[in-house]
Structure formats: structure tokens, C-alpha cells
């Protein structure tokens, strides 16, 4: 995600410099062939040419808009586990405690490693998440410049799972957890587990286990609906279709041009090369920008912050449990925060 209040130059340029570098040449040899070669037939009427271009205005324009959309749903989802996460670690220190109303009342230290566990395992869920996401399913096996320019800052390189989990976890349940398929979703189930020995302990009432036990059904909600936008990309049918009427639009563009420019004198026709390349590269530029925010979780650098979010959320718990050797937050790296 972008920080800037401004793309800068610098990004913009390795997708611009090849579009922009074809346009110029494809419209001066139009008009080279126009100039000196005579072919003169070359040149068609502008009207056609702009009722193509005005049909692949619209439907860009509806791509796009379903593309942000999937953008903004996936950070909507992202601020939602944001929001039970905080609600998580309150309802861990309030709820599993020392209570009097219990069978047996359990001391604050012993209480202390309960808390603690319950809170790393789901800073290790959430980090699950998003290392999860962020693999390439099979239609993003391209390497396109919104993931190179990623790969190539050395500080958005994303460690195994393994490796990210080891923060929170100890080896022995990593070695479990990495058995199964979706080890986010078995995260959950061994807080679910926990629970139920909580409460046969007599550290959790039965109300509260209800309570704790529909905020962990939240999370599968919210990761269910990440999951949703991953494994099913933005349809073909459009994605594909916009990508072929722009290029249909940008290649008999200049002959539209070259029959506009010839009604004033011979060298205006070489005005067809600045606002071929323009007009080409407008139209071309938001084919991309559709594109490359089609997909938000895919390690790109429209996507969805899922570093700076996660370790927000890590900040937070880990100062409810008390602990003062906090990490410090994800800052941008040119512009660019993950």
C-alpha cells in the first residue's frame, strides 16, 4: 500500500517507460508510412474510432470499480479481525481469572502463562493468515513489476511460516501445527481446545466459554471471507476482455488521428505521435491500475497491509498482557508499507 500522497516518479516509471516507448514508435512509423510512403488510405474516420473508445471507457471504468471493491472488502475484513483481535485479548484477561464464583479460585500467577498462551496463539493465528494469503495461487504464478518491485526491497522479503511462528509458539507445536493444511484454521481449533479445558479446570464459567467461543467463530467468519476473495479471482471474462478492447482501442487509434491532424496541413499529422502516446498510455494505465488491484493479498505493492496490520495488532495484545519490550511498528519502505 502506497503511503504517499503521491505514486512516486520512480514507481510509476518501470511501468510507464515500455507502453509509453511502444506508442511513440508504433505512432511515428504510422506516420511515417502516411508522410512519405504515400499511404494515404491509412487514415479512417475519427467517428468509429471514438465510439470504441468510448464503449472501453465504460467498461474499464466497471473493472476498475470491481477491483476496488475487492480492494476496500479485503481491508474492511482486515479492520474487522483488527477489531476482534483487541476484543479477543480483553475477553482472555477479564474472563479466564481468579474468581471467587468459581469451584476452585486459581491464583494470579498461575493465571498469568494461561493468558499469555492464549494470546501468542493467536498472534501466531493471525500471522498464519497472512503468510497463507500471500501465496501465489495458480493464475498470479507471472511475475508482473508490482510483484518485482517487491522482491526486490530487501525488508518486504516474507520468512516461512515456520520461522514467523516461532515467535509465539514453541517448537513442539509448530511441528504439529506445520502437518496440517490449513494451520491458521487448526490454530483455532487448539484454542478451542484450550477453552473447554479452561472451563473443565474451573478457570471459565459457562457463559464465558459461550462468549469466547463465538468470538473464535468470528475469526473464522473473517478468515473464511479472506479466503473467499483469494481463492476466487476477479472473473475472467472481464478481466480478459478489458485487457483485449483496450489494445483493440489503442492500435486504430493513430489512424483516427491521422485523418483529424491531415484536415489542417501536411506536418500536423506528426502531431498524431505526442497525443497518440497520451491518450494510449491514459487508456493503458488504467487497464493496469485495474489489474494490479484485482487481487489484494498478493504479496504486491497495492496490497492489503497484512505486516503493518498484524504487528498493530501484536503491539496492542502484547501491552494488555503487560509486557513492556514491545516491537515497533511497520514503517514504509519507499513509500510503500506491508
Known amino acids: 500500500m502506497f503511503t504517499a500522497k503521491r505514486v512516486p516518479f520512480r514507481v510509476v516509471l518501470p511501468f510507464a517507460w515500455p507502453s509509453v516507448f511502444f506508442f511513440f514508435s508504433y505512432s511515428a ?14 487514415a479512417i474516420p475519427f467517428v468509429p474510432v471514438a465510439t470504441i473508445g468510448t464503449a472501453v471507457a465504460f467498461y474499464v471504468g466497471f473493472k476498475n470499480n470491481s477491483s476496488y471493491d475487492r480492494l476496500w472488502e479485503a481491508r474492511r475484513i482486515w479492520g474487522s479481525i483488527t477489531n476482534a483481535s483487541r476484543s479477543w485479548g480483553i475477553l482472555v484477561l477479564d474472563y479466564v481469572v481468579s474468581s471467587g464464583s468459581c469451584e476452585q479460585s486459581q491464583s494470579a500467577a498461575s493465571l498469568q502463562p494461561i493468558h499469555r498462551q492464549l494470546i501468542y496463539r493467536h498472534l501466531a493465528y493471525i500471522t498464519a493468515i497472512r503468510i497463507q494469503l500471500r501465496q501465489k495461487p495458480v493464475w498470479e504464478l507471472h511475475h508482473d513489476m508490482a510483484h518485482t518491485i517487491i522482491e526486490r526491497i530487501e525488508a518486504f ?9 516461532s515467535r509465539f509458539l514453541s517448537d513442539e507445536e509448530i511441528h504439529e501445527i506445520m502437518k496440517h493444511p490449513n494451520p491458521a484454521t487448526f490454530l483455532l481449533r487448539q484454542q478451542s481446545a484450550q477453552l473447554r479445558e479452561l472451563r473443565k479446570g474451573h478457570y471459565l464459567s459457562d457463559y464465558y466459554h459461550v462468549d469466547m467461543e463465538r468470538m473464535l467463530t468470528e475469526f473464522y467468519n473473517q478468515q473464511g471471507a479472506c479466503e473467499r476473495i483469494k481463492s476466487f479471482p476477479f472473473p475472467r471474462q472481464y478481466a480478459f476482455f478489458s485487457f483485449v478492447f483496450t489494445w483493440l482501442f489503442i492500435f486504430v487509434l493513430p489512424y483516427g ?17 505526442p497525443f497518440y502516446t497520451v491518450i494510449a498510455w491514459i487508456f493503458n494505465t488504467m487497464e493496469v491500475v485495474g489489474d494490479t488491484s484485482e487481487n489484494p493479498f498478493e504479496n504486491s505493492i497495492n496490497d492489503v497491509p497484512m505486516t503493518a496490520i498484524c504487528r498493530n495488532i501484536e503491539i496492542d495484545l502484547r501491552d494488555m498482557l503487560g509486557e ?15
Request: with cysteine.
Open 29 to 42: 512509423f504510422v506516420c511515417l508510412l502516411y508522410a512519405y510512403f504515400g499511404w494515404t488510405f491509412l
Open 157 to 165: 522479503r516474507q520468512c516461512s511460516l515456520d520461522k514467523e511462528l
Open 257 to 273: 488521428l491521422l485523418s483529424e491532424m491531415a484536415k489542417f496541413s501536411g506536418w500536423h499529422i506528426w502531431l498524431t505521435v
Open 324 to 338: 513492556t519490550n514491545l516491537p515497533k511498528r511497520v514503517q514504509a519502505v519507499r513509500d510503500i508499507l506491508m
